[in-house]
């Protein structure tokens, strides 16, 4: 089953208000998500990276101002798009790390995604 | 650079098998990855493999790396028509980032 919940998985809004995309990880503790943009028939890019409890990492050319994250759980990051515009318009996806019971490697579980129109 | 390279399309037939290559950069990546992507949905971790194995199957699936060549590819078997989407390879690099291939499309035809 799906281990990392994310939601909404389509929100569309007017230019210049703000929108929040959770990202909450299900039966485990994740002090560590991802945030990634995905724009049609491209690769995924990595925005950011989401640490509980301290600041996010933010990529190159991604705008901290602009897109906020918290992370003030262990199983829950949002990310806000702030005064959106067309062009924020986007898949954006979120992902944890995992290390499971037994096993000897990391894994990178993903929410379902949020596809964001911005008018 | 950093650019995990993959074909962009590939189309196959109900049945035959699919080949999806991708050409990677960091030789000291420990782990290699394949996800599903699926229209409008997040990624679905499909399989991976450790940087000292040649080969792995996991039922339909099959992998290959041959590290030398930084080349990785994902063999499925037997192609249905639900396993047309993108899929991505993934590596793990120096930074301890996920570096994402280009991805590619797969179509499968009735």
């Known amino acids: 089953g799906a281990v990392v919940s994310q939601h909404p998985s389509r929100v569309i809004c007017k230019s210049g208000t703000s929108v929040k995309i959770e990202c909450r990880s299900l039966d485990f503790q994740a002090t560590t998500m991802f945030w990634y943009r995905q724009f049609p028939k491209q690769s995924l890019m990595l925005m950011a990276t989401?640490?509980?409890?301290?600041?996010?990492?933010?990529e190159q050319g991604v705008e901290k101002d602009k897109f906020l994250i918290n992370h003030a759980s262990l199983t829950l990051s949002t990310l806000t798009v702030t005064s959106a515009h067309p062009e924020d318009s986007s898949f954006y996806i979120c992902?944890?790390?995992?290390?499971?019971?037994?096993?000897?490697?990391?894994?990178?579980?993903f929410g379902s995604g949020t596809q964001l129109s911005v008018l | 650079g950093e650019d995990v390279e993959q074909s962009l399309f590939l189309s196959v037939r109900e049945g035959d098998s699919s080949v999806i290559n991708c050409t990677y950069t960091d030789s000291s990546s420990t782990y290699l990855y394949w996800y599903k992507q699926e229209p409008g949905a997040g990624l679905q971790l499909l399989t991976y493999i450790f940087s000292n194995m040649d080969m792995k199957q996991d039922q339909r699936l099959t992998v290959l790396l041959n590290k030398k060549d930084k080349h990785l590819s994902l063999r499925i078997a037997d192609t249905q028509t639900g396993d047309s989407a993108i899929y991505f390879c993934?590596?793990?690099?120096?930074?301890?980032?996920?570096?994402f291939g280009t991805g590619t499309r797969l179509k499968v035809l009735a």
């Open positions: 989401s640490n509980e409890g301290s600041k996010a990492t933010y």
């Open positions: 992902s944890a790390n995992i290390i499971r019971q037994g096993e000897s490697n990391e894994k990178l579980f």
């Open positions: 993934a590596e793990i690099s120096g930074t301890y980032k996920y570096i």
